[in-house]
C-alpha cells in the first residue's frame, strides 16, 4: 500500500520538504496526506491544517515530517506518534537529554520510527571516510555569512528561550549541527564525549552565539575541535579534517567534496535522501536507518551542554568592520582563525587571539546514550 505522509511545519525550510514530497508523489513512492502550518502556503492538491492535531485526527497519516522550531518538537512528535505515525523529526532533534529519553521511550512504546534529519549522514563521502579509517584528531571547520535579518526571521531565531523553554539556537547546534553530528560519526561509536572546553561569542545584539570554538574530550582521551563562524566576509564551505597537516584526510561535507591522505580533493556523488531510506526501511527492515534517534543521542549530549552554558560573550565593535555588502558587521581574518583552530587543536584563548576570553570548561552527562 502507498504510505500516507504528511508534513507538519510546510512554510519556512518546510518548503525543501515539500519539494520532495512533489517528487516522490510523481514517482508513485508515496500519497500527500496533508500539510500543517500556521500560515498559508502553496501546496499540492493534499488536505491543508493550521493545527497539527486536527491534522493528525482527520487524515491518519502513516509517516509525519516534523520541521517545525525546535523547540516544539518534542510535543508535536509525541502526539504524531501516539496517532500511529512513523517519524522524519529535523534537526536538532529535541533540546535536552531527558526530552531525548522521552522521546526514545515512546518510540519503543509504539513500535513506531524515528528518523532524524541530519541529511549529511545519507553522503557517500562521509561512508567513503569511514571506510578509509583514518586514525588522529579531528577538526571542523567553517566561515558563513549571515546578516543580522537571519535572527529576525522566526520569533526563536537568536534566542536562549522562547516561553520558558529553552532553544537550541548558536553557530554550532543549528547551522552547522550537520558538522558537529558527522564529527562525532567519524569519532565512532566508541567516542563518549566527557568534557567540553567551551569559548561562545556574539558579534551582534542576539542572546545566543554566532561564532563557535568548541573542544571535545572523550572518555578515552581523543579530541575533536570545532570552529565556526555566521561573522566571515570570506566563505569556507565547511570541512572536517581526520589527522595532522600535510597528511590528514578531509570532508567537506556540504559538498560532498572528499580528500585521503596523499590524494586531492574528489567529488563523491551520492546522497540517499532520509525520506526515501525511512520508506525503504519500512518495506524491508533489513534497510537500516541511516539517522534512527539513537545514533542522535550524542549530539544531543553536547548540544544541551553548550545551550546550558553561560551566554555568549560579545565581541567589542572596535574588531569588527561593516561587511561589504550592508545586513552587519564582519570579524575580519576569522575565517584564517577557524581554520588555524582546526588544524593545531589550539582555542583562540590559548592563541592570544585579543578578543578571546578563557574557554569554559563543562562536564557532559555520561551514562546517558547505550553503548553501540
Known sequence: MTPR????????????????????????????????????????????????????????????????????????????????????????PVMSLDEHHRLAAEV????????????????????????????????????????????????????????GRPVLDGALVNPFAHALMQALV?????????????????????????????????TDGRRITLAVTLASEVFLAGEIRVGRPPGEAALEYPTDRLRLPGSPFREVPGRAGLLENLLDHRDDPAVELLAPLERTEVFTAVAEAIVRSEPPVEIGGRWLRPHPAGGGQVLPGIDALV?????????PSEAGVGWAVPARRIGVRLGAYPAT
Do not use: M
Request: glycine share 10%.
Open 5 to 92: 505522509v504528511a508534513l507538519i511545519g510546510a512554510g519556512g525550510h518546510g518548503a525543501s520538504h515539500r519539494r520532495t514530497l512533489a517528487r516522490l508523489a510523481a514517482e508513485g513512492r508515496l500519497k500527500v496526506a496533508g500539510l500543517c502550518d500556521r500560515e498559508p502556503v502553496e501546496a499540492p492538491d493534499a488536505p491543508f491544517f493550521t493545527d497539527h492535531n486536527a491534522l493528525l485526527a482527520e487524515v491518519r497519516p502513516d509517516v509525519v515530517i516534523i520541521c517545525t522550531p525546535p523547540h516544539t518538537h518534542l510535543p508535536i512528535a509525541l502526539d504524531a506518534l501516539t496517532a500511529g505515525a512513523d517519524l522524519l523529526l529535523e534537526k536538532p
Open 108 to 163: 519503543a512504546e509504539t513500535g513506531r520510527l524515528c528518523q532524524v534529519g541530519f541529511q549529511a549522514l545519507g553522503s557517500a563521502a562521509l561512508a567513503a571516510l569511514i571506510a578509509a579509517g583514518p586514525t588522529g584528531p579531528i577538526g571542523v571547520l567553517g566561515a558563513w555569512w549571515r546578516p543580522d535579518t537571519y535572527y529576525s526571521r522566526a520569533p526563536w531565531a537568536g534566542r536562549r528561550a522562547v516561553g
Open 186 to 218: 567519524i569519532a565512532g561509536p566508541g567516542f563518549r564525549p566527557v568534557t567540553l572546553e567551551l569559548e561562545r561569542y556574539r558579534t551582534r545584539a542576539i542572546e545566543t552565539d554566532d561564532t563557535t570554538f568548541l573542544r571535545v574530550t572523550g
Open 339 to 347: 581554520r588555524q583552530v582546526a588544524e593545531t587543536g589550539e582555542l
